[in-house]
């Protein structure tokens, strides 16, 4: 039988570049994220089946995860692909923004995350990926929503593997470096290792499909650098950081 897969965020990005990775090698893929139109043209250009939900609201979220299993039959696999981009200004810390970055990008995940954890153990097993960021390395300048909410879901998931493993639900964690997607079109700073989408979606079907790695995380020059910079000396670390802040 066939291997069935629900990626939320799947209409767009990085999440409809491994759906239609995940489709060309033989799974029946469910996508979900706002917005109906990029869900139907997959839907039309993949044949995915389009589930529209916004993960802010947890009854909606819960009432598709059931409508999914049952569509499908079972869950294999569910990829957490979504997160907003509400831009934190530099050493503004206002509760507005944050609860929106968090409500979707780690609040999102928990909405979806529990009654996938159900479906799961009733089914005897699954795999969980959740897509966070190197911007979750360490605290980064200039987007502490982002880089705050991206840090939590990286705990998430290191919390996760530990205590699914027991269920056989197996949990992984997809850190990208930068990937030209809607997400990153208004970034107005240089992206080093820029990749394509198509690019992201084939590593991280690789990665899922091909090895039982707990972090999938690419470029590797990229993420090693910033493995190096995570591991300096505070003085150091924050040398660095000062540079990223913009002028003036
Ligand atoms: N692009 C990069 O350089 C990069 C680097 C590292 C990590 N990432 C991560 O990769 C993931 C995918 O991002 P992307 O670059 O592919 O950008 P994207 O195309 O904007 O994908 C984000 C997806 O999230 C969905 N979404 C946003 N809010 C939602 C909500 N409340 N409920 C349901 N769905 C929602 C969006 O669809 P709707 O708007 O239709 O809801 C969209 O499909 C994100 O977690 C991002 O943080 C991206």
């Given at each position: 039988m066939g291997k069935t897969a629900w990626i939320l965020g799947?209409?767009?990005?990085i999440g409809a570049a491994l759906a239609k990775e995940l489709v060309e090698r033989g799974w029946t893929v469910a996508v979900s994220g706002r917005r109906p139109g990029p869900l139907q043209a997959l839907a039309q250009s993949h044949g995915v089946r389009p589930y529209p939900l916004d993960v802010t609201d947890a009854d909606a979220t819960a009432g598709v995860a059931r409508k999914v299993a049952a569509d499908l039959g079972r869950i294999d696999l569910m990829v957490f692909s979504v997160a907003t981009k509400a831009v934190t200004k530099t050493a503004v810390y206002d509760h507005e923004t944050f609860q929106k970055v968090i409500d979707t990008n780690l609040l999102g995940a928990m909405r979806v995350i529990d009654p996938v954890v159900a479906q799961m153990r009733a089914q005897g097993g699954g795999e969980i990926a959740l897509v966070a960021?190197?911007?979750?390395y360490f605290g980064l300048p200039r987007s502490a929503a982002y880089s705050a909410g991206k840090a939590a879901l990286i705990a998430l998931a290191q919390t996760m593997k530990t205590e699914l493993a027991r269920d056989n639900i197996s949990v992984r964690l997809v850190s990208p470096g930068f990937v030209r997607t809607e997400f990153t079109a208004k970034n107005n700073f240089p992206m080093p290792f820029l990749l394509e989408p198509e690019d992201a979606g084939r590593r991280i079907a690789d990665g899922l499909l091909r090895s039982r790695r707990f972090e999938i995380a690419f470029p590797l020059r990229f993420v090693l650098m910033l493995k190096l910079v995570r591991m300096l000396p505070y003085p150091l670390f924050f040398a660095i950081m000062r540079r990223l802040l913009p002028k003036g």
């Open positions: 799947g209409g767009t990005g960021s190197v911007a979750g």
